[in-house]
């Protein structure tokens, strides 16, 4: 146990749907992230969010929107994606940037249909 | 631009053997170098992390890596690889001043009985 929660662990959409990503982390750290994993490519960078303010927005397409509503909670909001999409979502925080560790949630694995 | 290299994709070692992965890096400034591990169906755990000092860093579970700078190589080792150590282990650089990590495409490590 990181100290960070996401859920739900798994999802299946279609390309129509609707659906939230919710990451919660217990730590009291700062800053909170939001990365993609697919297979055989590096870990990119999606959001971040530092008290609650976003610092970085890695050209994500708009059909991923972020929230933040306070130090201990993200949301990764998803409508209209397309197949590509599907990969494993991690949430990570930190106690402040680079040079810090992060910790980071089991994910979720996302299948767009 | 700053990049991480991981040029092993797959790693196989007998249990007992000695292990050592590579990371080549390449960013103009002083670099936070990581190594994370990711187990199945999990996320990202910090196994050591290097900004100053001594060049050789401990870590977590019997690993270590060694900065070069004039190799720009961050290299992990372990003496004697455990059973429990197969998983995916990632290198990255933290981008000094950003909340930016630019991670590796990692190296699977399978450990044979």
Known sequence: ?113 | AQSVTQPDIHITVSEGASLELRCNYSYGATPYLFWYVQSPGQGLQLLLKYFSGDTLVQGIKGFEAEFKRSQSSFNLRKPSVHWSDAAEYFCAVGLSGTYKYIFGTGTRLKVLA
Not at chain 1, 34 to 61: G, I
Not at chain 1, 100 to 113: C, H, I, N, P
């Open chain 1, 1 to 113: 146990e990181t100290g960070v929660t996401q859920t739900p662990r798994h999802l299946v959409m279609g390309m129509t749907n609707k659906k939230s990503l919710k990451c919660e982390q217990h730590l009291g750290h700062n800053a909170m992230y939001w990365y993609k994993q697919s297979a055989k490519k590096p870990l990119e960078l999606m959001f971040v969010y530092s008290l609650e303010e976003r610092v970085e927005n890695n050209s994500v397409p708009s059909r991923f929107s972020p929230e933040c509503p306070n130090s201990s909670h993200l949301f990764l909001h998803l409508h209209t994606l397309q197949p590509e999409d599907s990969a494993l979502y991690l949430c990570a925080s930190s106690q402040g940037g680079v040079g810090e560790k992060l910790f980071f949630g089991s994910g979720t694995q996302l299948s767009v249909l």
